[in-house]
Nanobody, 125 residues
Framework: EVQVVESGGGLVQAGGSLRLSCGFS????????VGWFRQAPGKEREGVAC???????YYTDSIKGRFIASNDKAKRTVWLQMNNLKSDDTAVYYC???????????????????WGQGTQVTASS
């Protein structure tokens, strides 16, 4: 059974930083992709970033230069460093895991099978 566990959300003032982590286990393949997604109230889910086991990364335009994804393949843990947070970044953030081939510039959550429970990120203005 694949388990995906996220942590690191919280409340910060606009301009502040948070670091999310996503650890997973039970995934039988050596190659993997971890996608980061967010959903704000009343809005559709949005793909934010994606990183593969080989450190290939994609970011959505709204967070480029502010968010950085990193990866520890041995620990099967991925982090999302979020800097200069804006009120528009407020959402529930999810990470999801699947094969590396599903990490594309589209950052499409429909291709990911294994999801974490979500963590709330709130940037207050």
């Amino acid at each position: 059974e694949v388990q995906v566990v996220e942590s690191g959300g919280g409340l910060v003032q606009a301009g502040g930083s948070l670091r999310l982590s996503c650890g997973f286990s039970g995934f039988i393949y050596d190659d993997y992709a971890v996608g980061w997604f967010r959903q704000a109230p009343g809005k559709e889910r949005e793909g934010v970033a994606c990183i593969t086991s080989d450190d290939l990364t994609y970011y959505t335009d709204s967070i480029k230069g502010r968010f950085i994804a990193s990866n520890d393949k041995a620990k099967r843990t991925v982090w999302l460093q979020m800097n200069n947070l804006k009120s528009d970044d407020t959402a529930v953030y999810y990470c999801a895991v699947d094969r590396a081939v599903y990490c594309t510039a589209a950052i499409d959550g429909d291709f990911f099978d294994y999801w974490g429970q979500g963590t709330q990120v709130t940037a207050s203005s």
